[in-house]
């Protein structure tokens, strides 16, 4: 019973996650992209801090919950185990690219250094970034799914 609850409670959270970066790529990347960029600058000072105050307890939560469940179906040996450690280490890799990518790009767009000039080219590389996180995401909560099938 402690099992299913451990994957439930995370597959809960990835979804929230998962859902989460998917509506940012199809809803506010293509605004952002629409923008002048003076006004996506401008517009990006007072919403980046809304943005990580969203989404900074919501990846953290998505990351430990998954990493908890491995560690508990490894512990146990529960028939899940395989599948919770997939999960695991794909939110592992989604973690990484914050660090790997996003947390210099978005301090260059909170700042201004990105420049007007080189807007365009940033936001579409960041779009390019936040879809990869975005496919591991989903693909973590798969893993997470099958999960809870396989420990019934």
Same mark, same amino acid.
């Given at each position: $019973?402690?099992?299913?609850?451990?994957?439930?409670?995370?597959?809960?959270?990835? #979804?929230?996650?998962? *859902?989460?970066?998917?509506?940012?790529?199809?809803?506010?990347?293509?605004?952002?992209?629409?923008?002048?960029?003076?006004?996506?600058?401008?517009?990006?000072?007072?919403? *980046?801090?809304?943005? =990580?105050?969203?989404?900074?307890?919501?990846?953290?939560?998505?990351?430990?919950?998954?990493?908890?469940?491995?560690?508990?179906?490894?512990?146990?040996?529960?028939?899940? $185990?395989? =599948?919770?450690?997939?999960?695991?280490?794909?939110?592992?890799?989604?973690?990484?690219? =914050?660090?790997?990518?996003?947390?210099? @790009?978005?301090?260059?767009?909170?700042?201004?250094?990105? #420049?007007?000039? *080189?807007?365009?080219?940033?936001?579409?590389?960041?779009?390019?970034?936040?879809?990869?996180?975005?496919?591991? @995401?989903? @693909?973590?909560? =798969?893993? @997470?799914?099958?999960?809870?099938?396989?420990? *019934?």
């Amino acid at each position: $019973m402690l099992t299913f609850t451990i994957l439930t409670l995370t597959a809960f959270v990835l #979804g929230l996650f998962a *859902g989460s970066l998917l509506t940012e790529a199809v809803i506010l990347v293509p605004y952002w992209r629409s923008l002048a960029p003076k006004t996506f600058l401008d517009l990006h000072s007072s919403l *980046g801090p809304l943005l =990580y105050k969203f989404f900074a307890p919501l990846t953290i939560a998505a990351t430990v919950m998954p990493v908890v469940s491995a560690i508990y179906c490894v512990w146990t040996h529960s028939n899940a $185990m395989s =599948y919770a450690v997939a999960s695991a280490a794909l939110i592992l890799c989604t973690f990484c690219l =914050y660090f790997y990518y996003f947390k210099s @790009a978005n301090a260059s767009f909170a700042s201004g250094a990105v #420049g007007v000039d *080189g807007l365009a080219d940033e936001l579409r590389r960041w779009s390019i970034w936040h879809w990869l996180r975005t496919v591991v @995401a989903m @693909a973590a909560l =798969y893993f @997470a799914l099958v999960a809870i099938a396989v420990a *019934g």
